[in-house]
């Protein structure tokens, strides 16, 4: 084989592209975000460094957008359709298998240790979620997730790492909106405004889940997630956000953050530990 550099297709630039520094054609930091989503086997436990919880929400939009009007039930169809999409995966009747599922209580908890020493193909066992605790947010009693009063849900979950037991914030860690609470088995959220501009134009926000102190957020007895070969049921559990009194009319800019101890942020990934929304509700 020829040893000129244009002969090999591009393979070695490929490979290592030095003026990109991309390995395989991605960036270190794509890497890494590669490595939350898709964590190695259930056999292998992730190394504390790889460990960076994302939130993430539905419905989702391109950037991060959600615009619609409420007297068009047109322009809001696609957003609730996602949600219903993901709240089918939390029909009790999905949850009724005896070997898969166990109650867990209704407030938050400590960790569930499932490290029993049973080998794949076993299955562990996952906490049910009901998705009554969502409320105003379950679809029971509105199937339009309020996006028809113009009171838009967001369902919120966060991603899952094997092996991870994230741990409830201690207090200097707590935003405005938290300080002098504590914390047990909770890893707590909060959102607010993210341009100062908008701060007397978002409203109420109300938050419906497990709640702790009077406070709503991720339960740790739904952790540590074993891996899809041994824990191939689990349901993460969900958190319901709704913004009850959104100025009309106006692009609106929301940032929400889950806070615990060993949840860290980072401006460039939008959704590590946080995510941020825009909001253009008309009448």
């Known amino acids: ?19 990109k520094g991309e390995f395989l054609g991605r960036t270190g930091s794509s890497w890494r975000k590669y490595s939350i989503f898709f964590p190695p086997s259930s056999n292998q436990a992730i190394t504390p460094s790889a460990w960076r919880p ?15 009007k409420m007297s068009e039930a047109g322009t809001y169809e696609k957003y609730i359709n996602t949600v219903k999409e993901l709240l089918k995966l939390y029909d009790l009747e999905n949850q009724n298998n005896l070997d898969h599922y166990e109650d867990c209580g209704d407030t938050p908890g ?28 379950s679809g029971k009693d509105d199937d339009t997730f309020g996006f028809k009063q113009g009171n838009p849900c967001l369902i919120v979950k966060l991603n899952r790492i094997v092996n991870y037991r994230p741990r409830a914030p201690s207090n200097d860690t707590l935003p405005e909106g938290l300080k002098g609470k504590s914390f ?18 978002i409203g109420e926000i109300k938050y419906y889940g497990f709640s702790e102190g009077g406070v709503v957020g991720f339960p740790l007895q739904y952790y ?24 009309l009319g106006e692009e609106l800019r929301i940032e929400c953050k889950v806070y615990g101890d060993n949840i860290y942020y980072n401006e460039k990934d939008r959704y590590q530990g946080r995510f941020d929304v825009k909001f253009t509700v008309n009448s």
């Open 1 to 19: 084989m020829s040893g000129n550099k244009d002969s090999d297709g591009g393979w070695r630039k490929f490979v290592w592209n030095s003026e």
């Open 54 to 68: 994302c939130l993430s929400h539905t419905p989702r939009s391109e950037k991060s957008e959600i615009s619609f």
């Open 110 to 137: 400590p960790y569930k240790d499932r490290s029993d020493g049973q080998d794949p193909p076993g299955q562990k066992k996952s906490c049910r979620f009901q998705k009554t605790l969502l409320e105003s947010c």
């Open 184 to 201: 047990t088995n909770l890893i707590p959220i909060h959102c607010k405004n993210k341009r100062e501009e908008d701060a007397t134009k």
């Open 224 to 247: 540590p997630y074993y891996g899809k070969q041994l824990h191939g049921k689990y349901l993460q559990p969900l958190v319901a956000i709704q913004f009850t009194n959104l100025t």
